[in-house]
C-alpha cells in the first residue's frame, strides 16, 4: 500500500433511483472515473481522477449524475489555503513543475468589472439600433502620418501614394491564436469557418496552417513564433495578416512544449518537424533581442509577403509594456496584440499563469495613453485579449483604446469548453483540446461553426445596444473615449493608469 | 397506406443518413429509441420495468475510434419484402417507407436473414414479430436523430441519384 496524498477534488452524486446503467457516461468519460459491473448490472463512480468537465452530466439521459465541488478536507487555515497543501502534495509527488490549462483562476481583480458604461438622458438623445443604422465595422492596419490628395484635371480628386494594407471586420471581435496541437483540427475548422461566415479572422497560433484550411485564407493570420513551426512561403502566403508571437499572456517569457505523443502524422506535417518528436518553442526568438531586431523580422516578413499584408506582434501584458509597445509600433508592426495574464493557455506552468504579467485592462489603457502621448497612436491598430468574457469587456475595451479584441477561451466555451483547465493533459472530454482519434470526434464542425457564429452574432447585437444608449451610432466614435467610462471602487492610482473618473464625477 | 406509414397526411420522402466521422458512440440514439418504442415511452419506466423486452431498432456498430448507428435503410429493392412469408413486411409504394405489419408477422425470420445490413432484430417479448426501424412515423423527426447530441445522424430529403 503506497501513500496516497492525491485527493478527489470533485464528488460525483449518482442518484440511483434515475440510474438505468445505460453507460453513456461510462463511454463518455476519458478519465475512466465511472464503471459499469456487469454482474450487478450497475454504473459505479470513482471520483478520483474526475476533472470536473461535466461531460457524463450533461449526455445523462435522465439527470442521474451530478457532479459536486468536493468540501474543503482539510483543517480551515487561511494562510494554507486547501489549493496551496493540494499543489504541495502534487508536486512532492512528480517533482516537476505543475501544469495546468486555460487562463488563471485566481481571485486578482477583475478591472472590467469595476468599470461602468454611460447612456444619453436629455441632453444627447439615445439610438435605437433595430431602427438606425449602426456602424460596427473595424479596420486593423496602420495608418500613415498624414495623406495627399490630387485634384485632377476633371475636378475629381485622387488619393496620391500608396494606402498601407487593412484588415476589414465587420465586428471587433478576432479568434485569438490556437494552435493546431494544443486544439483539435474540428476545432481549428470550426474558427476558421465561423470567422469565414462572420466577416472576421481567426488565428493559426504557432502550429502551421494544415492544408485543408488553406480555403479559409482570407479570414485567416498567420503566427509566426519562435518555433517558426510550418513558417514558408505559402504559409505566409495563405492569409490576411501575419503575426509575430513574442508572448502569450498565461506563460510570458515561457517556451512551449508539445510532447512528442500528440504529434501525429498531420501535425507533423502542418509544423513541418518529424512525426513522435517534441515541438519545442524556446522562450524568446533567437533572432530577437532588441526592438532593431524585431524590426529586421517585421521587414523581412513584409518583403516575403510583398508589403500586401499588415504584419503584427503579439506581446504578453507585462510591467513595462507601454515603451515595449511604443518600440513595437516604431519598428513598423501594422498592430500590436496585447495578452493579458488572464490570458487562455493549453499548457502553463501554474506558477507562472498565476503570478506573471499583469491585467490587460491595465496594460491597454497605458498603452493607448503613451501611444497617444508619443504621437504615434495612429501607426498601428490594437487588439487586446486574455479574457474577454462577455459584449460588454469588449465595449470597455474599446472605449479604453482598443481597436478590436481577440477572443479564445469565450469561443472555445461557446463549443462546449467547460475551464476544467485539463487541455494539457490531452484527454478533452468535449473533443477541443485533444488529438485523440475517439475524442476529436465529439466536437463536429458543423455545431461548432454554428455556435461560435451565434455568440458573435450575439456580441455583435449587444455592442449595437449599448453604443446605441449611449447615443453613438458608430463604434469609431467610441474607440479610445474613455469619458463613456467610470470606474467603481477603484483607487485613486488606478483610475489615474485607467484614465477615466470614479462614478459619480460629471464633467 | 399512406395513414399508416406516413407522416400525418405527408409523404415520407425524408431518410435518416449517418454521418459516421461525428459519431461519438455515446449510444444515446438506442436508448432513445427503446424508450420510443417501449410500452409506457417513459425512460425511468421503461429502463426499471421493462428492459429485457426492449430492443432498440438502432444499432451503433462499433470498431476501435470508429463507429456509427445504422437502421433500417428503407432499401429501393428491400429484399425483406421478398423473402417475407406472409406479406407483414411491405413496401409503401408512395412513400418507400419499408414497414413490418407486426400483426401479420409469424416470426419465421426470413428477413433476419436476408437483410444485408443486419438491422431487423427478433422481438422477443412477442415471441414472433420481427423489429425495424419505423422511422418513428408517428414524431416530426425520428427519436435517434433528435436525440444524437453530435448530429452524427440527420434526417434529410431523399438524395436522388443522377445517372
Same mark, same amino acid.
Given at each position: 500500500?503506497t501513500?496516497?496524498l492525491?485527493q478527489?477534488?470533485?464528488?460525483?452524486?449518482?442518484?440511483?433511483?434515475k440510474c438505468?446503467?445505460c453507460?453513456?457516461?461510462v463511454r463518455?468519460?476519458?478519465?475512466?472515473?465511472h464503471?459499469?459491473?456487469?454482474?450487478?448490472?450497475?454504473?459505479?463512480?470513482?471520483?478520483?481522477?474526475?476533472?470536473?468537465?461535466?461531460?457524463?452530466? %450533461?449526455?445523462c439521459?435522465?439527470?442521474?449524475?451530478?457532479?459536486k465541488?468536493?468540501?474543503?478536507?482539510?483543517?480551515?487555515?487561511?494562510?494554507?489555503?486547501a489549493?496551496q497543501?493540494k @499543489?504541495i502534495? *502534487?508536486?512532492?509527488?512528480?517533482?516537476?513543475?505543475?501544469?495546468?490549462g486555460?487562463?488563471?483562476?485566481?481571485?486578482?481583480?477583475?478591472?472590467?468589472?469595476?468599470?461602468?458604461?454611460?447612456?444619453a438622458q436629455?441632453?444627447?438623445?439615445?439610438?435605437?439600433?433595430?431602427?438606425?443604422?449602426?456602424?460596427?465595422?473595424?479596420?486593423?492596419r496602420?495608418?500613415?502620418?498624414?495623406?495627399?490628395?490630387k485634384?485632377s484635371?476633371?475636378?475629381?480628386?485622387? /488619393?496620391?501614394?500608396?494606402i498601407?494594407?487593412h484588415?476589414e471586420?465587420?465586428?471587433?471581435?478576432?479568434?485569438?491564436?490556437?494552435?493546431?496541437?494544443?486544439?483539435s483540427?474540428?476545432?481549428?475548422?470550426?474558427?476558421? %469557418? %465561423?470567422?469565414?461566415?462572420?466577416?472576421?479572422?481567426?488565428?493559426?497560433?504557432?502550429?502551421?496552417?494544415?492544408? #485543408?484550411?488553406?480555403?479559409y485564407?482570407? @479570414?485567416?493570420?498567420?503566427?509566426?513564433?519562435?518555433?517558426r513551426?510550418?513558417?514558408?512561403k505559402?504559409? /505566409?502566403?495563405?492569409?490576411? %495578416?501575419?503575426?509575430?508571437?513574442?508572448g502569450?499572456?498565461?506563460?510570458?517569457?515561457?517556451?512551449?512544449?508539445?510532447?512528442?505523443?500528440?504529434?501525429?502524422?498531420?501535425?507533423?506535417?502542418?509544423?513541418?518537424?518529424?512525426?513522435?518528436?517534441?515541438?519545442?518553442?524556446?522562450?524568446?526568438?533567437?533572432?530577437?533581442?532588441?526592438?532593431?531586431? /524585431?524590426?529586421?523580422?517585421?521587414?523581412?516578413?513584409k518583403?516575403?509577403?510583398?508589403y500586401? #499584408?499588415?504584419?503584427?506582434v503579439?506581446?504578453?501584458a507585462?510591467?513595462?509594456?507601454a515603451?515595449?509597445?511604443?518600440?513595437?509600433?516604431r519598428a513598423?508592426a501594422?498592430?500590436?496584440a496585447?495578452?493579458g495574464?488572464?490570458?487562455?493557455?493549453?499548457?502553463a506552468?501554474q506558477?507562472?499563469?498565476?503570478?506573471?504579467?499583469?491585467?490587460?485592462?491595465?496594460?491597454?489603457?497605458s498603452?493607448?495613453?503613451?501611444? *497617444?502621448?508619443?504621437?504615434?497612436?495612429?501607426?498601428?491598430? /490594437?487588439?487586446?485579449g486574455?479574457?474577454? *468574457?462577455?459584449?460588454?469587456?469588449?465595449?470597455?475595451?474599446?472605449?479604453l483604446?482598443?481597436?478590436?479584441?481577440y477572443?479564445?477561451?469565450?469561443?472555445?466555451?461557446?463549443?462546449?469548453?467547460?475551464?476544467?483547465? #485539463?487541455?494539457?493533459?490531452g484527454?478533452?472530454?468535449?473533443?477541443i483540446?485533444?488529438?485523440d482519434?475517439?475524442?476529436?470526434?465529439?466536437?463536429?464542425?458543423?455545431i461548432?461553426?454554428?455556435?461560435?457564429?451565434?455568440?458573435l452574432?450575439?456580441?455583435?447585437?449587444?455592442?449595437?445596444?449599448?453604443?446605441?444608449?449611449?447615443?453613438?451610432?458608430?463604434?469609431e466614435?467610441?474607440?479610445?473615449?474613455?469619458?463613456h467610462?467610470?470606474?467603481?471602487?477603484?483607487?485613486? *492610482?488606478?483610475?489615474?493608469?485607467?484614465?477615466?473618473?470614479?462614478?459619480?464625477?460629471?464633467? | 397506406?399512406l395513414?399508416?406509414?406516413?407522416?400525418?397526411?405527408?409523404?415520407?420522402?425524408?431518410? =435518416?443518413?449517418?454521418?459516421?466521422?461525428? &459519431?461519438i458512440?455515446?449510444?444515446l440514439?438506442e436508448?432513445?429509441c !427503446?424508450?420510443?418504442?417501449?410500452?409506457s415511452?417513459?425512460?425511468l419506466?421503461?429502463?426499471?420495468?421493462?428492459?429485457?423486452?426492449?430492443?432498440?431498432?438502432v444499432?451503433?456498430?462499433?470498431?476501435?475510434?470508429?463507429?456509427?448507428a =445504422? !437502421?433500417?435503410?428503407?432499401?429501393?429493392?428491400?429484399?425483406?419484402?421478398?423473402?417475407c =412469408?406472409?406479406?407483414?413486411?411491405?413496401?409503401?409504394?408512395n412513400?418507400?417507407?419499408?414497414? &413490418?405489419?407486426e400483426?401479420?408477422?409469424?416470426?419465421?425470420?426470413?428477413?433476419?436473414?436476408?437483410?444485408?445490413?443486419?438491422?431487423?432484430?427478433?422481438?422477443?417479448?412477442?415471441?414472433?414479430?420481427?423489429?425495424? &426501424?419505423?422511422?418513428?412515423?408517428?414524431?416530426?423527426?425520428?427519436? &435517434?436523430?433528435?436525440?444524437?447530441?453530435?448530429e452524427?445522424?440527420?434526417?434529410?430529403?431523399?438524395?436522388?441519384?443522377?445517372?
Amino acid at each position: 500500500m503506497t501513500l496516497k496524498l492525491k485527493q478527489s477534488e470533485f464528488e460525483i452524486l449518482r442518484d440511483e433511483n434515475k440510474c438505468i446503467s445505460c453507460e453513456v457516461c461510462v463511454r463518455q468519460c476519458s478519465n475512466d472515473v465511472h464503471e459499469f459491473d456487469a454482474d450487478s448490472s450497475a454504473v459505479s463512480s470513482e471520483s478520483l481522477n474526475c476533472v470536473g468537465c461535466h461531460r457524463c452530466e %450533461a449526455l445523462c439521459p435522465t439527470g442521474a449524475i451530478k457532479v459536486k465541488k468536493r468540501d474543503l478536507e482539510f483543517k480551515e487555515n487561511f494562510n494554507w489555503s486547501a489549493d496551496q497543501i493540494k @499543489n504541495i502534495y *502534487r508536486q512532492a509527488e512528480s517533482g516537476g513543475v505543475l501544469l495546468t490549462g486555460m487562463g488563471s483562476d485566481r481571485p486578482h481583480t477583475v478591472y472590467w468589472d469595476h468599470l461602468l458604461l454611460n447612456a444619453a438622458q436629455v441632453t444627447n438623445p439615445s439610438i435605437d439600433p433595430l431602427r438606425e443604422p449602426m456602424e460596427i465595422k473595424t479596420f486593423i492596419r496602420g495608418k500613415p502620418d498624414s495623406i495627399k490628395i490630387k485634384k485632377s484635371g476633371s475636378g475629381s480628386f485622387k /488619393l496620391e501614394g500608396r494606402i498601407p494594407p487593412h484588415l476589414e471586420l465587420e465586428t471587433p471581435i478576432l479568434f485569438s491564436a490556437m494552435s493546431y496541437g494544443s486544439i483539435s483540427y474540428n476545432t481549428c475548422k470550426s474558427l476558421a %469557418a %465561423a470567422a469565414s461566415e462572420s466577416g472576421t479572422l481567426y488565428n493559426t497560433g504557432e502550429g502551421g496552417l494544415h492544408r #485543408k484550411l488553406y480555403e479559409y485564407a482570407g @479570414n485567416t493570420i498567420v503566427q509566426v513564433a519562435s518555433g517558426r513551426f510550418g513558417v514558408d512561403k505559402e504559409y /505566409l502566403s495563405k492569409a490576411a %495578416a501575419i503575426e509575430i508571437k513574442i508572448g502569450q499572456g498565461a506563460k510570458p517569457g515561457i517556451g512551449g512544449h508539445l510532447p512528442g505523443e500528440k504529434v501525429t502524422f498531420d501535425i507533423s506535417s502542418t509544423r513541418m518537424i518529424p512525426e513522435g518528436t517534441d515541438a519545442i518553442s524556446p522562450a524568446p526568438h533567437h533572432d530577437i533581442y532588441s526592438i532593431e531586431d /524585431l524590426k529586421q523580422l517585421i521587414f523581412a516578413l513584409k518583403e516575403a509577403i510583398d508589403y500586401t #499584408k499588415p504584419v503584427g506582434v503579439k506581446v504578453s501584458a507585462v510591467h513595462n509594456i507601454a515603451p515595449i509597445a511604443s518600440g513595437i509600433v516604431r519598428a513598423g508592426a501594422d498592430f500590436i496584440a496585447i495578452d493579458g495574464f488572464r490570458g487562455g493557455t493549453g499548457a502553463a506552468p501554474q506558477v507562472i499563469r498565476d503570478n506573471v504579467g499583469i491585467p490587460v485592462e491595465l496594460a491597454l489603457a497605458s498603452v493607448d495613453t503613451r501611444l *497617444r502621448e508619443e504621437g504615434i497612436r495612429h501607426r498601428s491598430s /490594437l487588439i487586446v485579449g486574455g479574457s474577454i *468574457r462577455s459584449s460588454s469587456d469588449v465595449v470597455k475595451a474599446i472605449a479604453l483604446g482598443a481597436d478590436a479584441v481577440y477572443i479564445a477561451t469565450a469561443a472555445l466555451v461557446a463549443m462546449g469548453c467547460h475551464l476544467c483547465q #485539463k487541455c494539457y493533459t490531452g484527454k478533452c472530454n468535449w473533443g477541443i483540446a485533444t488529438q485523440d482519434p475517439y475524442l476529436t470526434k465529439r466536437l463536429n464542425p458543423e455545431i461548432g461553426i454554428r455556435r461560435l457564429k451565434g455568440l458573435l452574432h450575439a456580441w455583435s447585437l449587444e455592442i449595437k445596444e449599448m453604443l446605441g444608449g449611449a447615443g453613438i451610432n458608430a463604434i469609431e466614435s467610441l474607440r479610445g473615449n474613455r469619458e463613456h467610462l467610470r470606474g467603481i471602487n477603484l483607487s485613486e *492610482r488606478e483610475l489615474s493608469i485607467l484614465g477615466i473618473k470614479h462614478a459619480g464625477e460629471a464633467w | 397506406m399512406l395513414e399508416k406509414h406516413g407522416r400525418e397526411g405527408r409523404y415520407c420522402l425524408k431518410r =435518416i443518413y449517418i454521418n459516421e466521422e461525428y &459519431c461519438i458512440g455515446c449510444r444515446l440514439c438506442e436508448i432513445y429509441c !427503446q424508450v420510443k418504442h417501449s410500452k409506457s415511452k417513459k425512460i425511468l419506466k421503461a429502463f426499471k420495468k421493462e428492459l429485457p423486452d426492449m430492443i432498440s431498432r438502432v444499432l451503433v456498430e462499433e470498431i476501435g475510434c470508429n463507429s456509427f448507428a =445504422i !437502421q433500417c435503410r428503407h432499401c429501393s429493392d428491400a429484399p425483406c419484402v421478398e423473402a417475407c =412469408i406472409s406479406g407483414a413486411m411491405t413496401k409503401n409504394p408512395n412513400t418507400g417507407v419499408v414497414n &413490418c405489419d407486426e400483426e401479420k408477422c409469424v416470426g419465421c425470420w426470413s428477413c433476419i436473414m436476408v437483410c444485408p445490413y443486419g438491422v431487423i432484430k427478433r422481438d422477443l417479448s412477442a415471441k414472433k414479430a420481427a423489429s425495424k &426501424c419505423d422511422l418513428c412515423f408517428d414524431e416530426e423527426i425520428p427519436v &435517434c436523430v433528435k436525440n444524437c447530441p453530435n448530429e452524427a445522424l440527420k434526417y434529410l430529403d431523399i438524395k436522388i441519384k443522377k445517372d
